[in-house]
């Protein structure tokens, strides 16, 4: 792969701490969980993070949307590619963070709180599904002024691709605004997830915010469809939805958008605007060979982004992105193989 430059990757995201167990239908039923979905915790979800440790052997690792994404795309860059910027607390979530962000060589740069703790994502497994319940905790301290801040900011301004997570939006939108000002204004690629479909149906207002901004948007099929659904789309058809994504208002003209919703194991659909949709399929894998599918679309996002820093093809971006995917459900939780395989 072509050399890049230092920190060319720039995310910013919440960082999670995931307690992951394998659960069951009581537990689902006693925390009121669908079993495949993902939500932000209400006081009454509080309890399942003791419950999963004490009573469901929990596996402790470390999760957040973009900064799986961020590990990912460091995996298949040159090293010292990519920065990570989020919240954290002070505590024993935060050291085991700090172990996996180094172990993956991305370099991160957190809002340390010294009040609050580490966000959790419990994630309930049973069978193929997944359900996570997120208490964002210092990750929902997150600020324009550590963004802004001397050392921070020039990392921002140093990078070539900015990648921010949809679930920042319950955040910090004043920071995710700052990027895609930022990016427009010097013509740098700005990649936005819609992260889940809660985005689009409780964070309306500023998802529409960022959207002149995107020059690439990525989803999975269900934020694709809450999406239409909560912008009066009269379809379910995959393809219509993201060529409407690819055709919004867009900010900065000199680059078409791209829309990119992967389907899990049907084929990933990708529209530029102006051109017709294409189906690339997804890299077939035995099923036995599956360990965990938490976090294959952070996967994915990652080989995609990491094909874009390093100018390759969007074709090529997107089997990127499927071969990644690919190496990560065959891992427990968002995590890439060791040794390292190559592209
Ligand atoms: P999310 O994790 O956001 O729900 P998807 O389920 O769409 O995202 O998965 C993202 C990508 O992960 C797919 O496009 C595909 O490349 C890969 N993937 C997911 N599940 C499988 C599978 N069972 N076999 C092969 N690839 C898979
Ligand atoms: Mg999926
Ligand atoms: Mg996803």
């Known amino acids: 792969m072509s050399a ?3 920190y060319a990757l720039l995310c910013l995201e919440n960082p999670l701490l995931d307690i ?8 689902l039923a006693k925390y009121g969980l669908k079993p495949n979905d993902a939500i932000l915790a209400e006081e009454k979800h509080l309890d399942i993070y003791e ?3 004490n009573n469901y052997s929990a596996k402790l690792i470390a999760g957040g949307g973009a900064q799986n994404t961020a590990r990912g795309a460091q995996y298949m860059l040159p090293p010292n590619s990519v920065v990570y910027l989020g919240g954290v607390g002070d505590d024993k979530y935060a050291a085991i963070l700090h172990d996996a962000v180094k172990q993956a060589g991305l370099r991160v740069e957190y809002r340390v709180d010294k009040k609050e703790k580490t ?3 419990g994630v309930v497994i049973t069978g193929h599904n997944r359900s996570m319940c ?3 905790g210092a990750a929902n301290h997150y600020d324009l002024d550590h963004l802004k801040s001397p050392e921070v900011w020039k990392l921002v301004e140093g990078a070539t691709h900015y990648f921010v997570g949809g679930y920042h939006l319950t955040v910090c939108p004043p920071a995710i605004q700052a990027l895609a000002e930022e990016a427009a204004k010097n013509n740098k690629a700005f990649v936005f997830s819609l992260s889940a479909p809660f985005i689009p149906q409780f964070f309306k207002d500023p998802l529409d915010a960022t959207a002149p901004y995107w020059d690439y948007v990525i989803g999975n099929e269900t934020e694709a469809l809450s999406y239409a659904e909560n912008h009066g789309l009269e379809t379910k058809d995959i393809k219509e939805i ?5 055709a919004l208002p867009k900010a900065n003209t000199k680059r078409e958008r791209v829309a990119i919703i992967t389907q899990g194991t049907l084929p990933t659909i990708v529209v530029v605007n102006g051109q017709d949709a294409k189906e690339y399929p997804v890299h077939p894998i035995d099923t036995s060979l599956i360990n965990d599918t938490t976090g294959a679309g952070d996967a994915f996002a990652a080989g995609f982004t990491a094909g874009l820093v390093a100018g390759v093809s969007l074709d090529q971006c997107v089997d990127q992105g499927q071969w990644l995917a690919k190496l990560s459900i065959q891992e427990l939780g968002p995590s890439f193989p060791f040794p390292k395989q190559t592209y």
């Not at 993201?242 to 690819?246: P, T």
């Open 4 to 6: 890049t430059k230092e």
């Open 20 to 27: 992951q167990a394998q659960g069951d239908d009581a537990l």
């Open 51 to 53: 419950d999963l440790l």
């Open 119 to 121: 966000g959790r994502c």
């Open 134 to 136: 997120t208490d964002l």
């Open 242 to 246: 993201a060529k409407h994504l690819a």
